[in-house]
């Protein structure tokens, strides 16, 4: 029901599609059953009960998709689950995690307004999240930590980089523009806001 997480319930839809995309290597790979898979499978399943006894609903939720993932493993065995590593992986970002992350967005976007505003010459002072200047008292919500976009960002900056690089290198550097652009963006939209707000009042800024 979150819309921070309304990406992850196309997360599946993917990993079927990447599966598929690797259809003609993995038809070419004998299946195998891996017995051996019954270990880690008993593991993350000893990991869904301590977060089912300590009511840590992301423990259960991730210990369930390494559960599917070691099935996976049990199944069609090693060769096949090697080469399928990235799309089972992809997995995880169905998961809605990263709601911890909301505080220590919040004041990097603070930092970023606050410093931009320095920068324009427009006096300013911050007071944890709250942001002070001459025209008004603006405050950093928890909906303007843009941990959303952050979250859809990875997701789709993790596929792209699967889909269109082949070097390691080039696929990292890829992901950590996906991380660091949406967090700067997010800075520069709260401070386009506050200025509005400073040049066209309060109300000009709502609409």
Same mark, same amino acid.
């Given at each position: !029901?979150?819309?921070?997480?309304?990406?992850?319930?196309? /997360?599946?839809?993917?990993? #079927? @599609?990447? +599966?598929?995309? %690797?259809?003609?290597?993995?038809?070419?790979?004998?299946?195998?059953?891996?017995?051996?898979?019954?270990?880690?499978?008993?593991?993350?399943?000893?990991?869904?009960?301590?977060?089912?006894?300590?009511?840590?609903?992301?423990?259960?939720?991730?210990?369930?998709?390494?559960?599917?993932? !070691?099935?996976?493993?049990?199944?069609?065995?090693?060769? /096949?689950?090697?080469?399928? #590593? @990235?799309? +089972?992986?992809? %997995?995880?970002?169905?998961?809605?995690?990263?709601?911890?992350?909301?505080?220590?967005?919040?004041?990097?976007?603070?930092?970023?307004?606050?410093?931009?505003?320095?920068?324009?010459?427009?006096?300013?002072?911050?007071?944890?999240?709250?942001?002070?200047?001459?025209?008004?008292?603006?405050?950093?919500?928890?909906?303007?930590?843009?941990?959303?976009?952050?979250?859809?960002?990875?997701?789709?900056?993790?596929?792209?980089?699967?889909?269109?690089?082949?070097?390691?290198?080039?696929?990292?550097?890829?992901?950590?523009?996906?991380?660091?652009?949406?967090?700067?963006?997010?800075?520069?939209?709260?401070?386009?806001?506050?200025?509005?707000?400073?040049?066209?009042?309060?109300?000009?800024?709502?609409?």
């Amino acid at each position: !029901s979150s819309q921070t997480f309304g990406h992850a319930l196309f /997360v599946f839809p993917v990993t #079927l @599609f990447l +599966l598929h995309h %690797l259809r003609h290597h993995l038809a070419a790979l004998r299946p195998k059953a891996a017995p051996w898979a019954l270990v880690p499978m008993a593991g993350a399943a000893l990991c869904w009960a301590i977060g089912d006894l300590a009511n840590l609903m992301v423990v259960k939720q991730l210990a369930f998709v390494a559960i599917w993932q !070691s099935l996976f493993l049990l199944v069609f065995g090693w060769e /096949v689950t090697r080469r399928s #590593l @990235f799309p +089972l992986a992809y %997995l995880y970002l169905a998961v809605p995690f990263g709601l911890s992350l909301i505080p220590a967005l919040q004041d990097v976007t603070a930092q970023i307004v606050v410093y931009l505003l320095r920068f324009g010459g427009v006096p300013v002072f911050l007071n944890g999240y709250h942001i002070e200047i001459p025209t008004g008292s603006f405050l950093v919500a928890e909906a303007c930590s843009g941990v959303r976009y952050l979250m859809v960002c990875i997701a789709l900056g993790t596929l792209a980089a699967y889909l269109f690089f082949r070097s390691w290198l080039r696929r990292t550097l890829f992901v950590a523009l996906s991380i660091v652009v949406p967090i700067v963006a997010n800075g520069i939209r709260a401070y386009s806001i506050i200025m509005i707000a400073h040049h066209g009042g309060h109300e000009f800024a709502r609409d």
